[in-house]
């Protein structure tokens, strides 16, 4: 109690104005509030420039390397059109497929599995959780060689799941579906109080009625995060990508921006600006909206409470 | 439900009196769940059921795909598969498992599996030179090593097809007709002669000029063997005209397990790695996989040319890891504290902007910097120093310099949201109290403020050490290992990390030959470093105990 008073006095007396708030002189001003205004300003220009960079450079018309370093010199449009002389557009939709794809994917699974470790008390269930979280700290990429071997025995017998399948590849994301997501899932199923399946049940529903009608529909936007997330994250995956996918026709974005700059750095930097800025824009919505649940995410599968 | 609810209700009145013997009383009540016609054929059920078909029309196939690529592992575990998913699907013991299997399914097979493999690979010479099983490297030896019968006839040869499949048809020197494929050997077969040549072949369809034309590498790449004996040789051809019988120069003696050159009689027999090898040392060129035992992981540590640069590229993973966390927490608990001040104005604004570059692709953000970074024509060169030529990304101590400066523009955002996260929901009284007791500023913050927020951040920074352990992308983009060590043998450089080494060492990129076993040996290293730290992890977290 006497803590709270405390604290409010302290804070009236700070945001109330009064006849001490006008007699603070500037120097007071900028040792309580004018430094961190500073320190915003610099370090906001530290995140910003390169990206202001990248978007002059998809801007300039020359676009070289050393043509990009005069910001917003010229502004023209000229290396968004001559991305449709290349396979960026098709490199686009494959991306985009693999992620929608393997984000349904994900959730389904992942809200699946959420559910019977939520609901059900079965043998073997604290064995499972158990065995999600460590294998949830293994990521994927770590067997990237095997998970090429395999895929070339796969190809083998069924062509449709070997090396440069897309199909293949979102197998493979589909592989870390439970590990990641389900129990960001978990804690949110557990939220949904039991008697509500209870309740069905008594009226004669089945456990599959239950979860398809009742409970997929509260858990609603936990689903939603999931889904974005997991498009966030396939959207960025780079490594087994780059492995998995030989031919050009059917790489992903990151590939396909990493062999602009990797080959021909000079000549393509206007291209690959224009690429990236195209890929950034999407992304940076769906982060900006979902920003707290991405924090929340990643504190829920690491800290307690 | 219901029904079966009442039904058991009223088996267990009626039986009230006189309690039948378990066994009976379980088999009645089994009895009764089969009738039970809750919601057993309502649309739910056949979707289920026209779900099920199509996994087992699907498992079918990939079963009788692998029975005919002879690949028996594909073979048993899609089996194993399908015979799980039909009883998990339609028994009724079964319910959690129902939700679960399908994601388990896809956890196993792509990840604990590849895992598995990985161990296996690791123990195992599986790379360039080693590819395949022994039968396959035999193969490839008797076809490689090839030479054309000394005073062979030529023989005339017609090239015919069946379908896609090519076949020559040859008319021997005493007029009999045979005809063979890559996989059949030569067998007599009907024909009709014109010319002293096949006009046309019963079963197969003669090719014309243009259609060999079309087909020409495979034409001249064909090999018809002569009988089953691989050791008899087969014909080949190079003008789709003449045919000539070649044999190996080298002899498999299947009794013996040995080799044998035909020309100069050296006998090669297998020495344990996977080759065949003479008694002067000299090895044939295709091997085949074997167990090496701890061959590959002797090799990391103590081979003259890996282990040199592999302890280099451990130490520097640790040092990018810890340093990478260092920085970005400094920085991002610094900003953090500067903004805690509620009556910040704009505070928003500078929040959404701080954030920015954690909301960018993983993998726009390197390529971007490789840019700015690049020594002639760079943004930061150029017009930042003025032009100056400092060599970010070439020179070993600068580009790692330079990994450690863009991570840290990367990841400070994330601390930053952490850190704004954790000093929120510091208990105010506590800072009252380092008030009252007449704390400044800095003792408070010191003293109360940062050991509360390192408790709450602690497991937090540790995933973020997991995570840039294995930073591929990050490394991979902007400096791909680069500088290269001084010993060029090795695929290696200054800045590489272990996961990249890995990359380079496995050679998928092509710029090295292929090695998975060691690949897969360092891969391991990895796997137990990780383990390490995420058993460091669990000990602090005691996440395990949120299981109830």
Known sequence: MTASTISESRVSGRVTPGPARRRRTTGAWFADTGWRHVVGVVFVVYAVFPIVYVVSASLSAGGTLTGSNQLFDTVSGANYAALGDTRFWSWVANSVQIAVVTSIGTVLMGAAAAYAFSRFRFEGRRAGLTTLLIVQMFPQMLAFVAIFLLLISLGEVVPALGLNSKVALVCVYLGGALGVNTFLMYGFFNTIPRELDEAAKIDGATHAQTYWTIILRLVTPILAVVALLSIIATFGEFVIARVLLQSESNWTLAVGLYSWVSSLLEANWGLFAAGAVISTIPILVLFLFLQKYIVGGLTAGSVKG | ?548
């Open chain 2, 1 to 548: 439900m219901t029904d079966l609810q009442h039904a058991t209700e009223a088996t267990r009145a009626r039986s009230g009196g006189s309690t039948p013997p378990p066994d009976e009383r379980r088999a009645r009540r089994a009895a009764r769940r089969d009738e039970s016609p809750a919601g057993r054929y309502g649309p739910g059920f056949l979707v289920k059921l026209a779900i099920m078909a199509v996994v087992n029309a699907f498992g079918a196939y990939v079963v009788w795909s692998a029975w005919v690529a002879e690949s028996w592992v594909v073979l048993g575990a899609m089996l194993a598969m399908l015979v799980v998913a039909d009883w998990v699907y339609f028994s009724r013991r079964t319910v959690p498992l129902k939700y679960v299997l399908p994601g388990l399914i896809f956890l196993f097979t792509f990840q604990i599996f590849t895992i598995a493999y990985t161990g296996w690979v690791a123990f195992t010479n599986y790379g360039d030179g080693h590819n395949s099983t022994k039968d396959d490297a035999i193969t490839a030896l008797l076809a490689q090593n090839e030479r054309r019968v000394e005073g062979s006839p030529s023989l005339p040869l017609t090239v015919v097809a069946d379908g896609d499949e090519l076949g020559f048809a040859v008319l021997a020197a005493d007029g009999t007709t045979a005809v063979g494929g890559a996989e059949d050997a030569l067998s007599p077969v009907g024909a009709t002669v014109t010319d002293g040549r096949i006009a046309a072949v019963d079963g197969w369809q003669v090719l014309d000029r243009q259609e060999i034309l079309e087909r020409q590498t495979e034409v001249t790449n064909l090999r018809v063997p002569v009988s089953e004996d691989p050791n008899d040789g087969s014909i080949r051809t190079q003008d789709a005209r003449t045919g000539y019988t070649f044999t190996p120069t080298l002899l498999y003696d299947e009794s013996a397990d040995t080799m044998t050159d035909t020309t100069t009689g050296a006998v090669y027999a297998p020495n344990g790695e996977g080759r065949f090898e003479a008694a002067d040392g000299s090895t044939l060129q295709v091997g085949w996989r074997v167990f090496v035992g701890f061959d590959n992981f002797t090799t990391a540590f103590s081979d003259s040319r890996y282990a040199g640069p592999f302890f280099q590229v451990v130490a520097w993973t640790f040092v990018f890891a810890f340093a990478s966390v260092a920085t970005t927490f400094l920085l991002g608990m610094f900003l953090a504290t500067v903004f805690n001040a509620p009556h910040l104005r704009g505070r928003k604004v500078y929040r959404t902007l701080l954030i920015l570059p954690y909301a960018i692709p993983g993998f726009v953000a390197p390529l971007l910097w490789s840019g700015l970074l690049n020594r002639s024509f760079g943004f930061i060169n150029q017009v930042l120093l003025g032009g100056a030529a400092i060599p970010w990304l070439t020179d070993p101590w600068l580009a790692k310099l330079s990994l450690i400066g863009v991570n840290l523009w990367l990841g400070f955002p994330y601390m930053f949201l952490i850190c704004t996260g954790a000093l929120q929901s510091l208990p105010t009284d506590v800072m009252e109290a380092a008030k009252i007791d007449g704390a400044g500023r800095l003792r408070t913050w010191s003293s109360v403020t940062m050991p509360l927020l390192l408790v709450s951040t602690t497991p937090l920074l540790i995933s973020s050490f997991a995570f840039n352990f294995n930073n591929f992308a990050l490394v991979y983009m902007l400096t791909g290992g680069g500088p290269r060590f001084a010993d060029a043998s090795v695929p290696l450089g200054h800045t590489d990390i272990l996961i990249t080494m890995v990359y380079s060492v496995a050679g998928l990129d092509g710029t090295a030959p292929k090695n998975f076993g060691l690949a897969s040996a360092l891969s391991i290293v990895i796997f137990v470093i990780i383990a390490t730290i995420s058993a460091i992890a669990f000990k602090r977290t005691r996440s395990l105990e949120e299981i109830n």
